[in-house]
Structures are given as C-alpha cells and as structure tokens.
C-alpha cells in the first residue's frame, strides 16, 4: 500500500508497474487508487516473491489533469454490493453484515494449469466455515440476535482489494463495527465494540479439520469433545488453524489477544480469540486449498509481523 497526498490527479488514471534496476517499466501490476477518509491509496500486487533485505522498485504514472483515460483492470471479483466476495483462494457471502459459507479453492484447478477454456471443473469446494459472528450470552452465541438490519458499506472495490464496513445493533444495547478488507489470498477485520465480554468474531465450521495453535495444543475438529482441552489453554495465542486435506485457513493475531474459546459441541467448532480490548482490535483470516499441517500459520504470521516498507522516490 502506498499513500498519496492529495494532487491534481484522476484516481482512475493510475497505473503501476514493475521496473528493472535502471528503473524502466517492463510489466504492469495489479492495481487500484482508493479514496478513504478523505485521503488516497494506491495498492498495488507484486508477483514475485520479496526476500528478507531485497528490493523491487516499482512506478507509478497518473493523469494530472482530467481527460480520457484508459478504464482500469476489470474487477471479477463478485459483487459486495449484492453480497458476493469472491477472490483468488477463496469465497464467501457477507449476508446482512456476517461472513457466511467461507469455501476454499479447489485444490485440483488451483494447483493445476487451466488447459482448456472448455474446462467446468468448479473453481472452489463446499463451504467449510457457516459463519463468523459476534458471540456472547447477550447477543447469541451461535448466531447474532439484531434489533435492526445491518449498516453495510462498500468503501471500495477493485482488482487488489475491497473494503466493506459493517456496523450491527445487537441484543442487550450491545454494537459493534466491523472493517473487512478483503484481499486475494486472506482477509483482514477490524473491530471496535461497546462489550468486551464477547469473542467478537467466533467461527462455526461445516466440516471436520485437524486443529492446532501457537501454543502447540491440537485437537479434531469434528462436533464432539466440547473444550477438548482448548478451551483458554494457550495464553497471547499468535494464531489458530484448522487444515484439511481439501481447504486450510489460519486465524492470526495482528493485535494482541488474551485466549482461544473452543466449543466443538452440536455447533461445530466454535472458535475465536478473546480480548478485554473494545478499539483496534484486528485479526487474518488466510485461506488456502488444503495442507497437510499446520506450519503455514506460522509461516503467515511472521510475514503479517514484518510488512514490506515503502521508500518513495518523487520524478
């Protein structure tokens, strides 16, 4: 993400490109320019993998005046207005503000070259996650109990990433708004609430996976067991995930947590992190196409631990 001053540009006028060590572009990215809270940002997708100490010089171009410009790079990725997220590992609804019928990607078509454009194999497996939700003996534990229809707003929408707010009156006097960013391969969400006393956005699973933490503690998830064991035995827990041979997603930590709640009871799974914190409290959903353990959580939150930092240089 790079943020811009304000400057006499057309935001739909940018472009990014990837450029070689004298500082020539040779290959256009995946971008967008975004207007939020009155400022700009252009995000923009490196396709090649950043090492620790390296770096990737990158140009930006815009129109400073406005004029005809080329329309950006289409967006395919669903429809958050209707309520369709679709991106490039995973997909989901977001029904009435709530995160619904979290599916994977196929692992057979994500892993493989795609040889025909006659193929139909479908794109992504049945849903693994129902619902993630604001839970507490106030509101609901399963689902979320409102006085009033979800406030639902696209704040933007492009090739890298959408952005939806979601603010929710609930049972007992009892809000919350929500901030999803929704990016290829995992999702971010940041929460401000009146109630601390809530796991405030607790998943409910759809199918049976191996579960595992930072703290080293591993359980099967699969509608039998209750706590398991779980249940508040990990302390400032890093991430959870939950891996099955067909679809994999880890919870991550971006901002500290106190313990894991664990239910695998008729409401299968029940999981999310605790927090006495009711502002800046943010988590990772990634989700991948199956894996065999749980090392890729470890893997994603060391990289969401160490951001790649910006340096601009101004032509």
């Avoid at 572009?25 to 923009?44: A, K, M, N, T």
């Avoid at 994977?104 to 194999?121: E, G, L, M, Q, W």
């Avoid at 299968?268 to 353990?293: E, K």
């Amino acid at each position: 993400m790079l943020p811009v001053s304000e400057a006499p540009f057309d935001p739909n006028s940018v472009r990014v490109y990837l450029a070689d060590e004298n500082g020539k572009p040779v290959q256009e990215l995946e971008s967008q320019c975004d207007r939020l809270e009155g400022r700009l940002e252009v995000v923009f997708v490196v396709p090649c993998k950043i090492t620790p100490g390296s770096m990737k010089r990158v140009v930006v171009y815009a129109m400073r005046k406005a004029g005809i410009v080329y329309p950006p790079m289409p967006v395919t990725w669903g429809n958050p207005a209707q309520g369709s997220i679709l991106r490039e590992t995973y997909r989901l609804e977001l029904r009435d503000g709530v995160p619904r019928n979290i599916a994977a990607a196929n692992p057979d078509v994500y892993r493989k070259p795609i040889t025909s454009v006659f193929r139909f194999d479908p794109p992504f497996g049945e849903p693994f996650i129902g619902q993630l939700v604001f839970s507490s003996g106030k509101t609901g534990w399963v689902e979320e109990q409102a006085t009033k229809p979800a406030q639902v707003e696209v704040l933007a929408h492009g090739v890298v990433r959408t952005i939806v707010r979601v603010s929710r009156e609930l049972h007992g006097n009892v809000t919350y708004t929500k901030r999803y960013t929704f990016y290829p391969q995992y999702f971010d969400v940041e929460i401000e609430t009146s109630m601390n006393e809530a796991t405030y956005s607790r998943a409910f699973y759809r199918q049976e996976g191996e579960y595992e933490d930072s703290g080293g503690v591993k359980a099967r998830l699969d509608g039998q067991g209750e706590a398991e064991g779980v249940m508040g035995t990990t302390r400032q827990p890093r991430w959870y995930a939950v891996y099955a041979p067909r679809w994999a997603h880890a919870c991550l930590a971006l901002s500290p947590h106190d313990s894991i709640v664990y239910w695998d009871s008729a409401a299968m799974g029940g999981i999310g992190f605790n927090t006495s914190h009711t502002q800046g409290v943010r988590l990772r959903y990634v989700v991948l196409p199956g894996a065999p353990d749980a090392s890729f959580a470890e893997r994603w939150y060391r990289r969401a631990m160490e951001p790649v930092s910006v340096l601009m240089e101004e032509n």
